[in-house]
């Protein structure tokens, strides 16, 4: 598979033209973040590989996305816990990635939208 020259700032460049998505740092390391939640950034575990990004994205999609194309997605014992999945930047096109950081924008908003309050009996 030939490798892309996609990086975190690609990651930036479509990241911050999405409603309500913040620059910031998670850790230490680059990170894009919604209403202050992250929903990406520079895995700055060591048990990550170099050139990946981490997304924040559903658990359930996570398997689907490992299964399908395991050379491009993966996740480390350090993650699984996690909604978080790894990406090999050089593996994914920027098509893709504007897919990957519509999914995880999408992802962040609904995990911080607050739910409806219930209503109280008398």
Same mark, same amino acid.
């Given at each position: 598979?030939?490798?892309?020259?996609?990086?975190? %700032?690609?990651?930036?460049?479509?990241?911050? @033209?999405? =409603?309500? &998505?913040?620059?910031? !740092?998670?850790?230490?390391? #680059?990170?894009?973040?919604?209403?202050?939640?992250?929903?990406?950034?520079?895995?700055?575990?060591?048990?990550?590989?170099?050139?990946?990004?981490?997304?924040?994205?559903?658990? %359930?999609?996570?398997?689907?996305?490992?299964? @399908?194309? =395991?050379? &491009?997605?993966?996740? !480390?014992?350090?993650?699984? #816990?996690?909604?978080?999945?790894?990406?090999?930047?050089?593996?994914?096109?920027?098509?893709?990635?504007?897919?990957?950081?519509?999914?995880?924008?999408?992802?962040?908003?609904?995990?911080?939208?607050?739910?409806?309050?219930?209503?109280?009996?008398?």
């Amino acid at each position: 598979m030939p490798r892309s020259s996609v990086t975190f %700032e690609t990651v930036k460049k479509i990241g911050l @033209a999405l =409603p309500g &998505v913040e620059e910031g !740092t998670a850790y230490g390391a #680059p990170a894009l973040k919604v209403r202050g939640k992250l929903m990406a950034c520079v895995p700055v575990n060591r048990t990550a590989e170099p050139g990946s990004l981490a997304l924040c994205i559903a658990i %359930e999609d996570r398997s689907e996305m490992l299964s @399908a194309a =395991p050379d &491009v997605y993966y996740v !480390t014992d350090h993650y699984t #816990p996690y909604d978080i999945i790894l990406v090999r930047l050089d593996r994914v096109g920027q098509g893709v990635l504007r897919d990957l950081i519509g999914m995880a924008h999408k992802f962040v908003i609904s995990k911080s939208t607050p739910h409806s309050p219930a209503r109280k009996r008398r």
